[in-house]
């Protein structure tokens, strides 16, 4: 058992990795992490490398919609906060084979809130007062924005557009009921797109990084102009920080980068990154790979985050520009050749095959 702990689901993830490491090198008032993760295809434990040795740590490989596996973590570790970062999440994947989605992000949710609720009954005295349910969620159960429009806020009205943020909007929507219906502590995030190290490069950043350093075309779906708000991992990790610590039980909280730009945008920032830290690859200026490819079914064409209330009740605000972000971001790609050799093996390169026919 590890006292003090915390229970992170999805801990082998992009984001839920980065949390991790930044909880435990932030000391983080002294709790231990309990990670379960089922290591489906982006999960990587070569992601916590650093860590697998620390007594604070610990590592339990299991799928949440098992309800059995999570009483007993729960039993055994008895943590007084749940971060639950398990989810499917890629918007693509889930338009080809929405089932896992429904799956780990509707019924894994499910389950999870069902044992968090038999586990905090049989908690006494300031143990219950003090335990939370943090549920991290994204910004595309908003649906989509004109060039005009305001940015989301939390009480923005859903309106999902893919599988995938259908299914995130209806694990939101069972974490607010738990909460209003039985008394769950819960706090709920709703994050923009995030971008940084270990990120698995189906998404856009990592996979321009990469096909840019191998010369291959660097795709972007229909002209490019679809608007997204970015937002630094890191940032993204110590937003959830300061949610679970200070956030008010039941409420919402909106995290955005301050930074909406186009998908053309952000690969051309990335090409000129590389052009001058590579400028003796085999394509360069590296935009010369840019192909335009079929757009992506539903495609939402902007999304823009209000972050007026986490500012105004717990004073966070992003860290990271745009430009200090992406710079780090391809720097750590760029030193981290071992990490991108092992996750792109021969089944994520029959997907892009599959996906984007380059």
Aim: proline share 4%; net charge negative; with cysteine.
């Amino acid at each position: 058992m590890l006292r003090n702990s915390i229970l992170v689901t999805g801990g082998a993830g992009f984001i839920g990795s980065n949390f991790i490491l930044n909880w435990l090198r932030a000391g983080s008032g002294g709790d231990a992490i309990v990670n379960v993760d089922n290591l489906t295809y982006a999960g990587n434990l070569e992601n916590l490398e650093k860590i697998s040795s620390d007594p604070r740590y610990t590592f339990a490989k299991g799928d949440i919609v098992d309800r059995r596996l999570i009483a007993e973590v729960l039993a055994q570790h008895a943590p007084r906060a749940i971060v639950h970062f398990a989810a499917e999440s890629h918007v693509d994947r889930s338009i080809h084979g929405p089932d896992d989605f429904i799956r780990t992000n509707v019924n894994g949710t499910f389950s999870l809130l069902e044992e968090s609720r038999a586990y905090w009954n049989e908690l006494e005295g300031e143990k219950k007062r003090d335990f939370r349910f943090l549920h991290v969620s994204t910004d595309e159960v908003y649906g989509s924005l004109t060039a005009d429009d305001p940015a989301f806020t939390e009480t923005t009205a859903y309106a999902p557009n893919s599988p995938y943020s259908a299914s995130k909007a209806a694990s939101d929507h069972l974490v607010r009921a738990y909460h209003h219906t039985y008394g769950l502590p819960t706090l709920t995030t709703n994050c923009s797109n995030n971008y940084g190290p270990f990120q698995f490069p189906e998404k856009l950043i990592p996979l321009t990084i990469l096909n840019a350093l191998a010369g291959k075309p660097i795709p972007v779906y229909g002209d490019g102009k679809n608007v997204r708000d970015w937002l630094y991992v890191e940032d993204h990790c110590e937003a959830i920080c300061a949610v679970l610590h200070h956030g008010r039980i039941g409420e919402t909280y909106n995290i955005g980068g301050m930074n909406e730009k186009t998908n053309l945008e952000i690969v051309d920032s990335i090409c000129s990154a590389l052009d001058t830290m590579r400028p003796n690859d085999s394509v360069v200026p590296h935009s010369h790979l840019i192909k335009f490819v079929a757009d992506r079914p539903g495609h939402d064409r902007r999304y823009a985050m209000d972050i007026g209330k986490i500012k105004a009740e717990l004073g966070w605000t992003p860290r990271h520009s745009f430009e200090t972000g992406i710079r780090e971001t391809v720097e750590w790609y760029l030193a981290n050749s071992a990490w991108i050799a092992g996750v792109t093996s021969g089944s994520y390169r029959q997907w892009m095959a599959k996906q984007y026919s380059l």
